[in-house]
């Protein structure tokens, strides 16, 4: 499967971005999806899951409260909201969909990555 991430973008702390995710080639719809974030120097954190029907979304601590993720059910697109960006927030964030149907934090739970987009948030 062929993932397409876009949405990034350059915003002002506060500010709201909302990253898409789109799987091409073989079907993702029964899979469980994902995004993961890497900032300049750091390794890659989880930071949102979500099981193949679309609900109970997982979140890292540190996303909790001002990101949403979501998808249609039975659908490999995948959707992120994010508000209330912080400059922590920068990073490049990537797409991807899990081995299984569920939703997943474990970076090795997951078999195919998209490139990844830019997300800068300034001061």
């Known amino acids: 499967v062929q993932l397409q991430a876009s949405g990034g973008g350059d915003v002002q702390t506060g500010g709201s971005l909302r990253l898409s995710c789109a799987a091409s080639g073989r079907t993702a719809s029964n899979n469980g999806m994902g995004w993961f974030r890497q900032a300049a120097g750091k390794e890659r954190e989880f930071v949102a899951s979500?099981?193949?029907?679309?609900?109970?979304?997982i979140y890292a601590d540190s996303v909790k409260g001002r990101f949403t993720m979501t998808r249609d059910f039975g659908q490999s697109t995948m959707y992120l909201q994010m508000d209330s960006l912080k400059p922590e927030d920068t990073a490049i964030y990537y797409c991807a969909v899990a081995i299984s149907s569920a939703a997943t934090r474990l970076t090795s739970s997951y078999r195919s990555w998209g490139q990844g987009t830019q997300v800068t948030v300034s001061s």
């Open positions: 979500i099981n193949w029907r679309g609900s109970s979304p």
